[in-house]
Structures are given as C-alpha cells and as structure tokens.
C-alpha cells in the first residue's frame, strides 16, 4: 500500500508561479512511476506530467511543456512539481498518482491540492 498526500496548492496570480509537493508512504517508492493529473471543473481528470522510478525520464503533455518540471527525492519519497509561467486554464485540483509498474497502471491517488491562477 501506498499513501500519497500533496501540499504546495494555492491561488497565484497568472505568470506566477507554485511549487506542489506530494510525500508517499510505503515501501519502494524508487520502483514507482509517479505522476501528476489535474481536473478542472467541469472537465475530465487529465495527465499532466510523470517521472520514471530514477528520475531519468520524464513526460509532459504539450499545454504544460516548458513551464513545469517534475522532480522526485527517493531518499526522502517525495515527488514535486514546479509550475511557472501559470495561466487562467492551468486552474484544476492537482493529483499525485503511483504506478507500481504491475499492470494495473495509476493505482495510488492522493486527495489532490486546489490550484486557482487568477487572470
């Protein structure tokens, strides 16, 4: 089992910038892809960005590339998301999600942290 709580949420000002954090708990956190997903209201749940177990690769969907960048610390099993240059659209409620890499993709959600960019 893993337990994934995020923090870093808040409201900014369009071009401005917020750090999200997200700590998990559990054994082997280095085996796991981690990912970031947002939903904004009315729309369904989209990936954002993801870091392999190392660290080594990364992806982002084409609306955040260049703004945000996705990091993790294993030794401290944490995953962060950087996001600058933020915009109206950006606003979502932001999920941190695990994948133990068995098959059964993002299994491990946390409870998401509101994230509101004012124009």
């Known amino acids: 089992q893993v337990q994934l709580v995020e923090s870093g949420g808040g409201l900014v000002q369009a071009g401005g910038s917020l750090r999200l954090s997200c700590a998990a708990s559990g054994r082997s956190f280095s085996s796991y892809i981690m990912g970031w997903f947002r939903q904004a209201p009315g729309k369904e749940r989209e990936f954002v960005t993801s870091?392999?177990?190392?660290?080594?690769?990364?992806s982002y969907t084409n609306s955040v590339k260049g703004r945000f960048i996705i990091s993790r610390d294993n030794a401290k099993s944490t995953v962060s998301l950087q996001m600058n240059s933020l915009k109206p659209e950006d606003t979502a409620v932001y999920y941190c999600?695990?994948?133990?890499?068995?098959?059964?993709?993002?299994?491990?959600w946390g409870q998401g942290t509101q994230v509101t960019v004012s124009s």
């Open positions: 870091i392999s177990g190392s660290g080594g690769s990364t």
């Open positions: 999600a695990a994948d133990a890499r068995v098959g059964r993709g993002y299994e491990y």
